[in-house]
């Protein structure tokens, strides 16, 4: 009799547990912390716009900690918009990261132009891994000039998986020598696999694109701003380290050039050049951004599948108290229906 109600007893606690790993559809989901210290929120999209800021002192390069949602208006299409959600990163209440280091399979004889000069280099970067957090996610996925592309690393949490995987990327080559339309439809199925990923995950984390890569590239501007409207809807940053000593595309008439500093430009993102020993300093730049930035959330006034121009700017009665803070942020929006994908 006595081992019966224990196994009732053992049963009930059970369900419980359950039931606290589950919350109502629509609602804000929380994640037990990683920590005893941390506590992450993670607020529907399915109803809120979240707006990544990250705020820097011009004067120290220093991120600003402590802003308030007081402190901020955001403008939807020059419109005012009502903030209803505040995280800060500082405090740990910002969605985790899902960190994809994407690279270009190795072009003989182009190591400059593409991700060749990170080739036998990717140690390089590893001091800077300690600084990704518990809870956030590392992936790796590549492109080549022939036309393949492929999701190396899944979003997982053995951040010592990245580097080893990075390196077998680089070490592949082209099987022939092609056209570079080959290459950009590389890179777009490259970026649509991401974003299908990332749309799969329950709840979404932030995926934050990182490319190491020279960016001697262009696309034609339409499909360019296709893969824009499709990292928007995802809330996507991209952010990129280019080896100092790659080439520049000074011109690509009729298209978008360099388009992985295009992406970081419209997603709020940066891109940075960097020598091989300070290419762990260019990361942990990165990761630092991203940590403590603020997210911002509003709900659109129509779900309408347009892109709506953002903008993030104090609020007037601290303007003068902020006058050497820079903010940066994606520059649109596209709000969708959840069922519309």
Not at 137 to 148: E, I, K, L, N, Y
Request: glycine residues 6%; aromatic residues 8%; charged residues 20%.
């Amino acid at each position: 009799m006595n081992n019966i109600r224990t196994v009732a007893i053992l049963a009930f606690v059970l369900l419980l547990l359950q039931c606290s790993f589950f919350s109502i559809p629509g609602a804000a989901q929380e994640i037990a912390p990683a920590t005893q210290s941390r506590e992450i929120t993670f607020h529907s999209s399915s109803n809120l716009v979240l707006v990544d800021v990250i705020a820097r002192n011009a004067k120290n390069g220093l991120p600003e900690k402590t802003l308030k949602k007081s402190d901020f208006q955001v403008f939807d299409n020059d419109q005012p918009v009502a903030i209803k959600t505040f995280d800060n990163g500082a405090q740990f209440t910002t969605r985790p990261l899902a960190l994809w280091f994407v690279v270009q399979c190795y072009m003989q004889g182009d190591e400059g132009k593409g991700s060749g000069l990170f080739t036998g280099e990717i140690s390089r970067f590893e001091p800077a891994l300690k600084y990704i957090e518990k809870q956030d996610t590392v992936a790796v996925a590549h492109w080549c000039d022939d036309g393949r592309s492929n999701l190396d690393l899944l979003p997982t949490r053995i951040i010592q998986d990245a580097p080893k995987l990075l390196e077998q990327a680089l070490a592949t080559g082209p099987v022939s020598k092609t056209h570079d339309r080959a290459g950009e439809l590389a890179l777009q199925s490259t970026l649509q696999h991401i974003v299908d990923t990332t749309r799969s995950s329950k709840p979404e984390p932030l995926p934050v694109l990182i490319f190491l890569y020279a960016d001697y590239s262009s696309m034609n501007r339409s499909e360019a701003n296709h893969f824009i409207d499709e990292l928007l809807e995802t809330s996507a940053i991209a952010f990129g380290v280019r080896d100092h000593r790659s080439q520049h595309l000074l011109f690509a008439p009729g298209e978008q050039r360099a388009i992985a500093h295009y992406m970081a430009t419209q997603t709020g993102g940066q891109y940075f050049d960097a020598a091989p020993e300070t290419y762990a300093t260019a990361l942990a730049e990165i990761l630092q951004q991203l940590h403590f930035r603020y997210e911002l959330g509003f709900k659109p006034e129509a779900l309408d599948g347009k892109r709506h121009k953002l903008r993030v700017q104090f609020a007037d009665t601290v303007k003068d108290q902020h006058k050497a803070v820079r903010l940066r942020h994606r520059l649109a929006y596209v709000p969708i229906s959840p069922g519309v994908r």
